[in-house]
């Protein structure tokens, strides 16, 4: 009964709250309230009078409740007036809410309590980052689970079972955690990656004057609900008076910033000042967001109006202005002979697959590489033209920049912005250069801008681009070994000579390409993802992925890599010219290396997780699974599809011990993963 009573309420409650969300967002977006709930009757223990003993005992107590300014831990219990008239109260904000921020959420509350529940003599309330609670009986130390409450996030997940496995191992964890909490504070968060990399967040918190038993009883009891309430879902809510378990798929915490970031610099403000300025704050949002979005739509309506009635010249006007940006992109022939030294040798940079590349200098000073097309580079001008014009609005710091292209007789030119160093090949593969690259750069600078600059074609960019040839000459350096993604979108500038096309149309280079793409010419942002991790291990190893010469053997990068992953030695792969100080990034280094080359593109991470991967080093990483690899990789020339053969290696003695990894969980937390 009194279950589905509560289930009822709750349902009622929910509604009504998403009602008054929607209600309040359009009337006025900067009622952005935090998530509010408020129940007054859920014991029936009645009403006070007002003006009663009662009455004035709960006043006192709720406005001095937060006095306590030595609380820097987002509890407080206070119990103020004699029975039968005695109030007692609880308070806590969510374990990552600042003092500050507690007392104003605190504050906050009291007058949504008292207007949201007039005379009752018991009360609840749960905002976002607080919950207060008062009643006539003792409080303290007593675990509740009534009234709950529950929320979930219409996302679904995917591949159910191993999510559920996955996020039940992270909630035991976290439960454990909370539970052996001190008496100020019953909190913990994590975050972890399901199968397809869908990332869990979650956080758990008991109220602290629970025993750990209690504490632990509780948050059990609320995981359990979340297979009724949530199943499937990437996020899930319970919300007990005694505690609370929230999980999504994003980042819904403050991550304790003790360990990595400095804490910011003091503010040389009062606290009467600081107060005015986040009023302000507050006052300047408040007036700004609803402006700022009826601003918006209006334009946006106005803009749709006025397309609908010109659409025709709008569009034709577009074409001229895109035509006006192609003639401005467009360099003369003779400026670039002369820049070149007519094409000189000497100017020679180097021969990529698409033609010679020569340095030079425009008159105003300006250096540029030229790539000069192969005669044959098989589309129309206006195609080209076009097309230039779509690869040149990229532009990202770690994309090496074009500036335009050059278009007359049979000659087809595109220019480039000079990087001054060489490519990253001429570093990290001979035996003096690559001291010059330490392993700070290697990491912060070099692995991560390749990324960012790979994320930018895959993700941010308006184009979806996909390299298709990314690999260690295509990335060059500039003065501060910031690293340039060279050669992309030229699948776009250069369609590929017909007489490959039984070869799938493949761009790429044999050791870097995935081995879709080289079998099937299937490519992807995925393929992409492989070349990647061939480049992570190559610049980890300082060696080429064709071959590693370990002692007397001869075997190529990934089946080295993933031998000694294996066998629990992969800082064997590290580069010997490195110092090992920074193990654990080399380890998570190479581990991320090795899932990019897994063999189902599939299983492989995206740029965006990636990035997450590089950035967090809470997050605890999949187990990767033997990558795919070549046999032959050592030609460096365009094979015909019979020279080479693609091998995904038996699985041999060395199954089962992935197995069990993989049966016992299909994530383990680094210090486990990462044996000394
Ligand atoms: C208590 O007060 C509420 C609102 O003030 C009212 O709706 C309710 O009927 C009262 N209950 C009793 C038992 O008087
Ligand atoms: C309660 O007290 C206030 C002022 O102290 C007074 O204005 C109000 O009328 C009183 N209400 C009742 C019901 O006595
Ligand atoms: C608490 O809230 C009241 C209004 O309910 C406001 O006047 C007061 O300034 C607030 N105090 C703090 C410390 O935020
Ligand atoms: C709380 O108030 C209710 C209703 O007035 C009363 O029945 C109950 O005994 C009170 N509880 C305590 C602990 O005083
Ligand atoms: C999740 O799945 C349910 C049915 O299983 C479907 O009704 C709902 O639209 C899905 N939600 C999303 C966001 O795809
Ligand atoms: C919980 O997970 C963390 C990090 O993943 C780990 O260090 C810790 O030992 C785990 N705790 C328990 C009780 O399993
Ligand atoms: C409750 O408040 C009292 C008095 O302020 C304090 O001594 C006690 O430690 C508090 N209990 C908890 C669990 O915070
Ligand atoms: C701090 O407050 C005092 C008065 O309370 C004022 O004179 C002083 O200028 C304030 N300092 C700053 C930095 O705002
Ligand atoms: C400023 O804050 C400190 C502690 O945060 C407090 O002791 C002091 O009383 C506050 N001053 C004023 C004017 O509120
Ligand atoms: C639902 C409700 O009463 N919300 C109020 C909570 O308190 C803030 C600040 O006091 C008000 O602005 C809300 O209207």
């Known amino acids: ?117 007039p005379n009752q003599k018991e009360a609840i309330l749960f905002y976002d980052n607080c919950m207060l609670r008062y009643s006539n009986r003792t409080i303290l130390g007593v675990m509740e689970t009534l009234p709950g409450y529950f929320y979930w996030n219409a996302e679904n997940a995917t591949n159910i079972n191993q999510f559920n496995e996955v996020l039940g191992s992270m909630l035991k964890n976290l439960t454990q955690r909370a539970a052996s909490g001190d008496s100020r504070i019953k ?59 929230r999980f999504e798929n994003y980042l819904f915490y403050k991550v304790d910033t003790q360990v990595s970031v400095p804490p910011p610099p003091p503010l040389h403000t009062n606290n009467t000042s600081q107060q005015e300025s986040s009023n302000t704050i507050r006052i300047v949002i408040a007036v700004t967001v609803p402006t700022v979005v009826i601003a918006v739509i209006l334009i946006s309506l106005c803009l749709y109006l006025r397309r609908w009635k010109t659409r025709k010249s709008l569009e034709a006007k577009e074409e001229e202005e895109e035509i006006k940006i192609a003639e401005s992109l467009q360099f003369n022939l003779d400026a670039i002979r002369v820049a070149t030294g007519d094409f000189s040798d000497s100017n020679k940079l180097g021969q990529g697959g698409f033609g010679a590349v020569y340095w030079g200098k425009l008159s105003d000073e ?38 335009g292209f050059c278009l007359e007789g049979r000659e087809r030119l595109l220019v480039y912005e000079f990087v001054p160093n060489k490519s990253l090949d001429y570093f990290i593969f001979d035996p003096n250069m690559k001291a010059q690259l330490d392993w700070e750069i290697r990491y912060n600078k070099i692995i991560k801008g390749i990324a960012r600059g790979l994320l930018y074609l895959h993700e941010d960019s308006r184009l979806r681009i996909i390299h298709r040839d990314l690999k260690a000459s295509n990335v060059l350096l500039d003065e501060e070994m910031n690293p340039k993604i060279a050669d992309f979108g030229m699948a776009r500038l250069v369609v590929v000579d017909q007489t490959q096309v039984n070869t799938g149309r493949i ?20 393929s992409d993802v492989f070349s990647f991790g061939v480049l992570i291990l190559e610049i980890i190893s300082g060696q080429k992925n064709s071959g590693v010469r370990d002692g007397e053997s001869f075997e190529d990068l990934l089946s080295f890599a993933w031998r000694n992953w294996k066998e629990g030695t992969a800082l064997n792969i590290v580069d010997q010219s490195l110092n090992s100080s920074s193990r654990n990034e080399m380890m998570r280094c190479i581990h991320i290396g090795l899932l990019c080359v897994q063999e189902k593109s599939s299983d492989r991470p995206t740029m965006a997780n ?67």
């Not at 937060?66 to 308070?91: E, H, K, L, W």
């Not at 390409?513 to 992807?524: C, K």
């Not at 015909?640 to 069990?660: A, C, D, F, L, M």
């Open 187 to 245: 909190y913990a968060t994590q975050d972890t990656i399901a199968a397809n990399f869908q990332a869990i967040y979650g956080l758990v918190q008991c109220t602290p004057d629970l025993s750990q038993t209690d504490c632990n009883n509780c948050l059990v009891g609320a995981i359990s609900e979340i297979p009724n309430y949530c199943n499937g879902k990437r996020g899930c809510r319970v919300i007990r008076p005694s505690c609370n378990v």
């Open 610 to 676: 990636i990035m997450l991967m590089l950035n967090s080093y809470s997050l605890s990483l999949p187990i990767p699974t033997e990558p795919a690899f070549y046999m032959n990789s050592r030609t460096r020339s365009l094979p015909n599809t019979q020279s080479w053969e693609y091998n995904s290696r038996e699985t041999g003695s060395s199954e089962p011990i992935i197995k069990s990894a993989q049966e016992s969980e299909n994530e383990v937390s680094i210090t486990e993963l990462y044996p000394r």
């Open 507 to 526: 761009v790429g280079t044999y050791g870097y390409m995935a081995p879709e793409y080289a079998m099937h010419g299937q490519f992807s942002v995925k």
């Open 1 to 117: 009964m009194q279950h589905k009573r509560m289930a009822a309420a709750t349902f009622s409650t929910i509604l009504l709250f998403f009602l008054s969300c929607l209600f309040l967002r359009f009337i006025s977006p900067a009622g952005a309230q935090p998530d509010v709930l408020v129940n007054c009757d859920f014991n029936k223990v009645g009403n006070y009078t007002a003006n009663s003993t009662y009455h004035n005992n709960l006043n006192t107590l709720l406005t001095t409740l937060t006095s306590n300014t030595q609380v820097d831990y987002g509890f407080y219990n206070m119990s103020y007036g004699q029975d039968p008239n005695r109030v007692n109260a609880i308070a806590m904000c969510r374990g990552d809410v600042e003092p500050n921020e507690c007392r104003s959420c605190l504050n906050d509350s009291r007058g949504n309590l008292t207007r949201g529940c």
């Open 366 to 403: 300006q250096a540029i590489a030229v790539k000069r097309l192969s005669r044959d580079s098989g589309q129309g001008d206006t195609e080209f033209k076009n097309e230039v014009l779509l690869v040149a609005k990229l532009q990202h710091r770690n994309l090496v920049r074009l500036l």
